[in-house]
Structures are given as C-alpha cells and as structure tokens.
C-alpha cells in the first residue's frame, strides 16, 4: 500500500478520496487554488501545496503544478477523483512516465480507447454486448446520414468521436436535416473535442440512463457491484441517481450487470469504470464507458458494502480482490441528491454566499459527503455541487420515506441550493413511482418546450 497519495482535486470528493486513505493509513496531500485556500479538503489533509490561482486551468486543471507539489510532497500515487483531470490520458501517462508516483485509475491507453466511442463500441460488440444499433466507424458525409435513416429510419442522432456526457450529440429528425446537422455535429466536435470525427446510432426515443459500476483488478479479475438508475436528469446534469433500478426486473439487471462486466473483461481493462446503457422497450444498450469513478459511486457502496475508493487504491498498489463475484451482495435501495448551490426557481441559475448556518441530517441510514461547515464561503469558481446526501433504506419505499426526512433536517442558510426542489421531487408521482425516463425533467420543467 502507498505511504502518501496527493489527491488532485477539491470538495467532496478530495475528501471522500481522503478518508479512504486514512482507513488505509495512507498520509494525504492536497492542492489547492488561491480560491481555496481555507477550504475544507485542505482542512482535512496532512498537508497541501498551492498549485495555482482559482481559474481551474491554471490550477487544478495545471498538469506540471500538480505533479511538482506530487514530487515536493513525496506522495507515491495520485487520484484524481472525479471532472477535472480523472479523464484526460495525457495527464494519466505523465504520471505513469513520473518515476515513483502511480497512477491511481485505469491504464492512460484504456482511457484513451474508451474515450474515442467507436472503439469502444467495437470492444463491447466483440464481447457480444448489445450496442446502440448504428456505426461503429466514422461517418464521413451527410449522404451516409441519409443511408442510413432508410436503412435504421428516423431520428438518427449523430456523435462526436470525442463527446460523451451531454456534449456532442445532434438529432436528426427527417431527411431534410441530414446536411445541416452533419456539418454542425462536425464543426461542434473539430470545436469541443479537438476531433471532428462522428458516429451514427439510431436514436432511441425516451429511454432510461442505467449504468453499471465495474472494478478490476492487476490479476485479471473483473467484478460488478451492481447498476445505478440515472434517469432522472436535467439538461444531462444528474439531479437524484438510486441503485437498483426500478426499472429493471430480477433477470434484466442480472443481464446488464454480466454484460457490463464482459465488456471490461474484453477491454483489459483495470481499476474502477463504469458502463453505461440506454434502456428502452425491454431491451438495453451500451452507450460508453467511464473511466473514472464518478460522483454517484456512493449509491453502489451502499447497497453493497463495498468502499469503491479503497480498492481503487488497492488495486493501484498492486492487491488482488479478496472477494468473488458471488461475494457481491446487493441489499435494500439507496439514493443520491446532488446538493447544488442553484436556485431552482430561477431556471437552476448558480448561486454563491457564505454559510451562515449548515445543519446536516444524520440517524440511520443517512450519508453526507461534504467538505463544508458554517462560516465556508462558497464562490462561483467551480462545480456548483456543494454536497452529497446519500440515503439507504431496506426497499425503495423506505429509502423514500427516509429521504423526506433526511431533507426535512437539512438546513444550509445564507445560499440558496436546490433541497427545496429535492423534497418537491420526492412527492412527484413519476419518480415515486419510478417510470420516470431521461427526458421526464426536461419536458416537465421546460415547459416552453
Ligand atoms: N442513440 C441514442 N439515443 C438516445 C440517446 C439519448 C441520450 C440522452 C439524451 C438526453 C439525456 C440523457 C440522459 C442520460 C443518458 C442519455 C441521455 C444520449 N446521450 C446523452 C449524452 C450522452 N451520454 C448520450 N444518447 C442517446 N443515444
Ligand atoms: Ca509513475
């Protein structure tokens, strides 16, 4: 095991990451930006090197920054945790080519063949798992587009190579739309992605978001530990994400879970990811892999048992897995609010104060990760989510009826978030009863739609 990890980001997944290297006793290093200087990941660690002003790009975001502080500290890993650098392969083979500190993630070439979709399209497909039906090589002209709606009909979405969360996809709904939004959906990509490649899926209308939490280990043994239900979405932003799905019967998400675990096996792939599917009429599909952990690992740790952070460590220091698949447990129901320093009422507009008062929920079955306490100013710097409630309950009704609860104790004064829309959702009948897909909130919400 390492005797020193610098984490290379802030908030509460600085912390989360922190904590797991304290049960290890592991020492932890932080960085920060000018910004957050007293902030709470900082407060927590055994020590922490400035690596910048607040801008991201030239402090968190600043590769040879966070490598000196890295090499100054002695730390022997580095995690990235999540956004930021957890997904940027240049970053993870500077590390990999850094004598003495390893990389705490997945193989800087499986994130760079997981990042490029059509080839990670063709790794699952050579693993029998389903994919999105559409190509799975580039698309070189609008002419294709239009092939292949009269092959696979209408709409037909058009991918960046390069995208991936809620960028870089363009829907064509008829013909007519095929050039325009082909040159767009390349023009966009050249833009945002550095590569105006593109693919085409067909697209599937309404479908739910479903994603399976994988691990692998050095010695080849793959594990999934179950899938996560991220239906419920505003504008691709994830608001609420709950494990298991209610979507899913006993037997489809035996199906998904395997397939996803296939499809890492194939991949040779190692350390924590997370495939996802599209769900729709009784059949899934893979859309990409994560090859990081991600804000919504909680769920899965608490309906099994299984802290994700600490065998990412381990698994970096070399450990095999104590436990067999069959060792895979997955008990009750659990649910995730992403606490957003936003104000709902004004179309989720971002919102910055000081803490005048924070007053987290506790009893059973209730999680908070945070980095926050009363007197924290929270700024406009960075990501807009502040905290994490995480609620487990023994079935989905319970985990409900703990949520309003939970909801109803949390009290933050002096910056609006959006609890009060939390709690609103708790009583929406689509998410209680669990039929809600990606593009429920949308629809609801943006009703000049
Ligand atoms: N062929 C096909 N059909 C429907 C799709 C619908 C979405 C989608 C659209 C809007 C919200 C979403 C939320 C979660 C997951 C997917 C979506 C989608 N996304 C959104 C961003 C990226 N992760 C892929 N791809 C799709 N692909
Ligand atoms: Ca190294």
Redesign the pocket.
């Known amino acids: 095991m390492f005797d020193k990890v610098l984490v290379a980001n802030r908030g509460e997944i600085a912390v989360r990451v922190m904590r797991a290297c304290e049960e290890l006793g592991v020492e932890t290093v932080a960085v920060y930006s000018e910004a957050d200087k007293n902030a709470g990941h900082v407060r927590y660690a055994d020590e922490a090197y400035n690596v910048g002003p607040a801008r991201a790009a030239d402090s968190y975001l600043d590769q040879e920054a966070i490598v000196d502080a890295a090499e100054q500290a002695g730390a022997d890993a580095i995690h990235p945790g999540y956004g930021f650098l957890a997904e940027n392969a240049d970053f993870a083979a500077l590390v990999e080519e850094t004598e003495g500190v390893t990389w705490v993630g997945p193989a800087s070439e499986s994130m760079e063949q997981m990042g490029e979709k059509t080839k990670a399209r063709k790794v699952m497909q050579a693993a029998d798992v389903p994919i999105?039906?559409?190509t799975t090589d580039p698309a070189e002209s609008a002419e294709e587009v239009k092939q292949f709606g009269e092959e696979y009909g209408y709409?037909v979405?058009i991918?960046a190579e390069g995208?991936?969360?809620?960028?870089?996809?363009k829907?064509v709904w008829d013909e007519s739309e095929a050039e325009d939004q082909f040159e767009t959906a390349k023009r966009e990509g050249e833009a945002y992605f550095d590569n105006d490649s593109v693919y085409l899926?067909?697209?599937?209308?309404h479908?739910r978001?479903i994603e399976v939490q994988v691990i692998a280990d050095h010695s080849g043994n793959v594990r999934h530990l179950g899938e996560r239900d991220?239906?419920l979405?505003r504008?691709?932003q994830?608001v609420i994400e709950e494990g298991p799905s209610p979507a899913l019967d006993e037997e489809m998400a035996e199906e998904i879970r395997e397939a996803a675990r296939q499809g890492v096996a194939e991949a040779d792939y190692r350390n924590a990811g997370t495939v996802?599917f599209?769900v729709?009429d009784g059949e899934f599909?893979f859309?990409?892999v994560n090859t990081r952990i991600q804000v919504e690992h909680t769920v899965t740790e608490e309906i099994t048992g299984i802290d994700i952070v600490k065998w990412q460590l381990r698994v970096a220091a070399g450990e095999a897995f104590d436990f067999s698949q069959d060792d895979v447990d997955i008990e009750g129901h659990a649910m995730e609010f992403r606490i957003n320093a936003e104000n709902a009422a004004n179309d989720f507009a971002p919102a910055t104060g000081k803490l005048t008062a924070y007053d987290p929920p506790g009893g059973i079955g209730v999680r908070m990760d945070d980095a926050l306490r009363q007197g924290d100013t929270i700024g406009g710097d960075y990501d807009s989510m502040i905290a994490k409630l995480i609620v487990y309950g023994s079935d989905r009704e319970e985990c409900i009826a703990r949520s309003k609860r939970a909801l109803e104790e949390y009290n933050i004064e002096g910056v609006t978030t959006i609890v009060p829309f939390h709690r609103l959702m708790l009583t929406d009948e689509q998410f209680v009863a669990g039929t809600h897909t990606?593009?429920y909130l949308?629809e609801e919400l943006d009703t000049s739609r």
Do not use: I, N
Not at 163 to 169: A, D, F, I, L, S
């Open positions: 999105v039906p559409g709409p979405a991918k995208g991936g969360g809620g960028r870089g996809m829907v899926e067909r697209y599937l209308d479908p978001h991220c239906s979405q504008r691709h994830k996802e599209l729709a599909f859309l990409e990606t593009d949308d």
